[in-house]
């Protein structure tokens, strides 16, 4: 079998899934999309340039991260205004853990979602 067959043999394969979001009072409160908003925050050092990324606005942006804020009470980010070096956007210790922590749960519930689907359909879907 050479390496593209192997890569079309792997492609046919079905796969569990799962999204994981946190919510407040059937509010959204923390998401994939949140968190990627967070970290290219982190990257570029701004809301304006993490906005462009994103394709958002940023006023969306920004009231995305202020929902955060409200909902969990912590301060995400360290912002400074413009003036003859810039202004910019650093995200806070709380903000850095947050991003872990999200992660590390997501990724868990893909591990336990895989290892469930392979219990229950190993060798049973094609």
Do not use: C
Request: charged share 30%; aromatic share 6%; hydrophobic share 40%.
């Amino acid at each position: 079998m050479t390496q593209t067959e192997a890569h079309v043999a792997t492609s046919n394969q079905v796969e569990a899934r799962a999204k994981i979001w946190f919510e407040r009072d059937g509010k959204l409160v923390l998401s994939d999309w949140r968190v990627e908003l967070l970290t290219a925050v982190g990257e570029t050092g701004s809301l304006t340039r993490a906005a462009g990324r994103l394709h958002v606005p940023y006023r969306t942006a920004w009231s995305k991260l202020k929902e955060i804020e409200e909902q969990l009470g912590i301060r995400l980010l360290e912002t400074q205004s413009g003036g003859t070096g810039g202004g910019g956007s650093l995200l806070t210790p709380e903000a850095h853990e947050l991003i872990a922590r999200f992660r590390r749960v997501r990724d868990g519930v893909a591990e336990l979602v895989r290892e469930r689907f392979e219990a229950e359909f190993s060798g049973r879907l094609g």
